[in-house]
């Protein structure tokens, strides 16, 4: 479930940054373009499940992979593709939260990750509608860029809220509360929210680049006992005060 991160796993290359977010924005402008027109195409599959705007976005990040990094395998919505042969893999989740892009209600998002032999090395989510990008690589943090053109000198540092908490005012995102897991955990890596509780993830491609993503923004994701490789409701907050908030949250 988490990425098998050693402690001499290297740090994340500027470039391999650049081309994540780059791959990740272009295909988030694709999706609100979609979003802007036919959203009924989210509701037409073809025979493996995949809707139109899947495919669409899909097919756009694949097309420049193919060019900007020709030796990295792919896996996504449309299948493994090639194996690649560069020891890196790209994971795809072209849209998370298609009944959402549906009905109207822009709460969808896109992920990309980077993965190499010690995990995920550079892991992207964007909020096509929000025109928002976090993004976080291996040794360099996590940072959010807002805005329509994708300027990353301009991106910001981004953390996870490690106020001192009150277990009334804590903003605590549950399983019941409106938006997918990797909404959730952007609100809660831009400092929106102090804690998601996720129920058993299963080993879906949304789910990949999300510890990173936490880890870099001085958070951490694990189960009711503290095990970063639990298998049960995890609970994703500053690393800082997990102890704090499991007891809170966990043990009523």
Known sequence: M????????PTADLDLLQTA???????????ADQFHGDRRRATVTDEDGVTDVERAVEESIRARL?????????????GDGEPGRSGRRWVIDPLDGVPFFAGGIPLFTLLLTC??????VAGVIVMPMQQELLYAGRGRG???FAGPDLALERARPSRIARREGDPVTDRVLWPEDVGGVPYKTALLATGRAD???????PPARWWTPLPLIVREADGLIADAI???????TLLA???TRHDELRGELFDQ
Do not use: Y
Not at 66 to 78: F, H, Q, S
Not at 115 to 120: L, N
Not at 226 to 232: L, V, Y
């Open 195 to 201: 804690a998601v509780v996720i129920a058993a993830p």
């Open 142 to 144: 996590t940072r959010l």
């Open 21 to 31: 977010a780059g791959l990740a924005h272009q295909a988030g402008r694709l999706a």
């Open 226 to 232: 503290g095990d970063a490789s639990g298998r049960g």
């Open 237 to 239: 907050c500053a690393r």
């Open 66 to 78: 193919a060019v900007e990094a020709p030796a990295d395998g792919v896996l996504g919505r449309l």
């Open 115 to 120: 993965e190499d032999s010690h995990g995920a």
């Open 2 to 9: 988490t990425e098998t991160t050693a402690p001499t796993a």
